[in-house]
């Protein structure tokens, strides 16, 4: 009996962890360069001053057969040393996942690329700093526009909608919500199954 309690605990605990894990987590990912990728041709200052990086997020480098990726240290970054990176790639489409905060380098090791500005640093925020999506109530308290000479009244009472209630999508405390409830319907079920087990032993 205490093995199938325990065995049931376990499996509790892991639902609801997971379904924890799964609703908090979530990233942008971000093309390195932009359109024109890990090139030459591209403002890699222009692009980070443009780009909001968290916790969280992922980098992704596309690049040709004459470029790669070496992840360096500040002092190397800045004087586009390539003899000692903290990690190389070149297989063309490399993912970098930003799974904590701080600064993080990354130039091209090939010949003149670093010096001709090909290289990038990602200062990555903490991810409870992101933003988060207004809420439908925040939107419905915005004040009308300014009533405009010969433009309708705007005081007068609104036609009646007859289209049926409008479709929003979830937000993040709903989703949350639904995900918990899935977890708790899960665990009532792993419950009941080993009830059932227990009794046909």
């Excluded at 007859?162 to 999508?169: M, N, V, W, Y």
């Excluded at 709903?174 to 419950?191: D, E, G, P, R, V």
């Amino acid at each position: 009996m205490k093995r199938l309690c325990a065995t049931l605990t376990a499996k509790a605990i892991f639902i609801v962890l997971s379904s924890i894990m799964v609703s908090c987590v979530s990233g942008t990912n971000h093309t390195v360069g932009g359109a024109t990728g890990w090139d030459l041709v591209s403002n890699m200052k222009n692009w980070t001053d443009t780009s909001v990086f968290y916790t969280g997020d992922s980098l992704e480098f596309k690049y040709g057969v004459q470029h790669d990726v070496l992840e360096v240290d500040q002092d190397a970054f800045s004087k586009c040393q390539i003899s000692k990176p903290i990690s190389t790639h070149n297989d063309g489409n490399t993912v970098i996942t930003l799974d904590q905060p701080g600064t993080r380098y990354f130039i091209c090791g090939r010949r003149d690329h670093c010096e001709s500005g090909l290289k990038v640093q990602v200062d990555i925020l903490p991810n409870n700093r992101r933003p988060r999506p207004p809420s439908s109530a925040s939107q419905s308290r915005r004040p009308p526009p300014p009533k405009r000479h010969g433009s309708p009244d705007l005081d007068a009472p609104p036609t009646p909608d007859t289209r049926g209630p409008s479709q929003h999508s979830a937000s993040p405390v709903q989703s949350h919500t639904a995900s918990l409830l899935y977890s708790f319907i899960f665990i009532i079920i792993f419950f009941l199954w080993d009830l059932s087990t227990l009794h046909r032993v």
